[in-house]
């Protein structure tokens, strides 16, 4: 195995591409096991059982600093 990227032949840059395949497989495939499952203690759910908010009456507004010419 060589000492630098620049002189590494071949068979070194296939071994560095594979070593970070098989690294970001890892990284996907533990983010998407890794959920909340509702099982789980009651701050877990924090989220979904949260109070329902309505939305109230919609208000027009504009703001208009330029000055009146008459």
């Given at each position: ?5 620049f002189?590494a032949?071949?068979i070194?840059?296939v071994k560095?591409?594979i070593i ?8 996907v ?6 959920r ?8 877990a759910r ?8 309505k939305a109230?009456?919609?208000?027009n ?5 330029d000055p009146?010419i008459?």
């Open positions: 195995m060589n000492a630098t990227i002189s032949d071949r070194t840059h560095i591409v970070a395949l098989v690294a970001a497989i890892v990284v495939t533990v983010g998407i096991n890794a909340i499952t509702e099982t789980g203690p009651v701050t924090i989220w979904s059982d949260g109070p329902v908010v109230g009456k919609a208000i507004f504009s703001v208009h600093d009146v008459r």
